[in-house]
């Protein structure tokens, strides 16, 4: 199925989790946050949470900024 | 008083140092840490983005090396242009580093990033019934710092000169009038450019400087970092000090009586 992923297509398997998905982009257990379709995905529930078709998935960190 | 019995207390924490740095535009991780040692800053703002998918996953983080255990992380909204965008950025801050200090800003217009007040007004609003402690920056009006203050923002943040714009003190007297009416902290947030700016914003009575790109963009960062917190700490004590009056005429230093010529 195709999600959207920080703004680009992304073609992944059906019921990934964002866990899942974090841990295939290589971005697990890193200082991020993530956001799908406007809204908080809780780190404690990053395991739990399945992504459907569709989906618009932020991933977002810190970065230099003033 | 001396200055370490003086602290800066935002949100019900005291801070040593009136001193608070962006950490963007420097060449590397290495320059941003040693210039925000060099300033002696406790808070330390950072931006929230993208993260680059395609990038080393072992690259040092800009949290790997600005701890969180030992700054005050002050996530910023840099780059929203509305209250909707700026409010998704705080709740990914507090998602990312618990962090409910914010620095809110919502930009009007990409030439002067002067703030969009209305947007601002209604960030502000949200975020602070979500429960984040927002300093918010603003433009310096008197009636804007007044009304947000009384919306409950832990710290106002007028300009002194356009973001980035290194113009210095602009408006000196919309300053005076801003802090006489404050009831939070009040912190110059953008526009300075050397040490003599931010020496004259604590002169005063600010409550601290907020700055980024007047180091950053220095020839040596890290010696203009160190002439910021001098600067700080010069103006600071001249305002607790006081400062002699203004005068028209003269005045001798030395005795005027017992001169032996005629």
Not at chain 2, 11 to 36: C, H, I, P, W
Not at chain 2, 90 to 97: I, Y
Not at chain 2, 136 to 154: N, R
Request: net charge negative.
């Amino acid at each position: 199925m195709q999600i959207q992923v920080n703004g680009a297509a992304r073609e992944v398997p059906e019921q990934i989790t964002v866990l899942a998905l974090l841990a295939e982009l290589g971005w697990a257990d890193r200082r991020v946050a993530v956001e799908r379709n406007g809204e908080i995905v809780p780190r404690s529930t990053h395991a739990q949470a399945v992504i459907e078709a569709g989906d618009r998935l932020e991933i977002i960190q810190a970065v230099g900024g003033g | 008083m001396t200055i370490q019995k003086d602290p800066l207390v935002i949100a019900g924490r005291a801070y040593q140092s009136r001193l608070l740095v962006g950490t963007g535009k420097y060449k590397d991780f290495a320059e941003t840490r040693a210039a925000v040692d060099a300033a002696g800053a406790e808070i330390i703002t950072v931006a929230l983005r993208r993260v680059n998918l395609g990038q080393d996953k072992d690259a040092p983080n800009l949290l790997d090396v600005l701890p969180p255990d030992r700054f005050t992380i002050l996530p910023n909204t840099a780059g929203c242009y509305t209250a909707e965008d700026a409010v998704r950025t705080c709740r990914l801050a507090r998602e990312l580093g618990d962090w409910k200090l914010v620095k809110l800003e919502v930009i009007g217009d990409p030439q002067t990033l002067y703030p969009d007040m209305r947007q601002t007004y209604e960030a502000a609003k949200i975020l602070i019934a979500e429960g984040f402690e927002v300093m918010v920056y603003s433009v310096d009006d008197p009636v804007a710092c007044k009304t947000f203050a009384e919306m409950g923002c832990v710290a106002v943040m007028p300009l002194a000169a356009p973001i980035g714009s290194g113009l210095g003190i602009r408006n000196p007297y919309n300053l005076r009038i801003i802090l006489e009416q404050a009831t939070v902290p009040i912190l110059v947030d953008a526009g300075v450019g050397t040490a003599s700016d931010v020496a004259v914003a604590m002169e005063l009575g600010c409550d601290g400087v907020l700055l980024n790109t007047a180091i950053a963009a220095a020839k040596d960062p890290l010696l203009m970092a160190e002439a910021m917190r001098l600067g700080v700490d010069a103006g600071r004590k001249a305002f607790l000090a006081g400062r002699m009056p203004r005068k028209l005429y003269a005045s001798a230093s030395s005795p005027v009586d017992g001169t032996f010529f005629e």
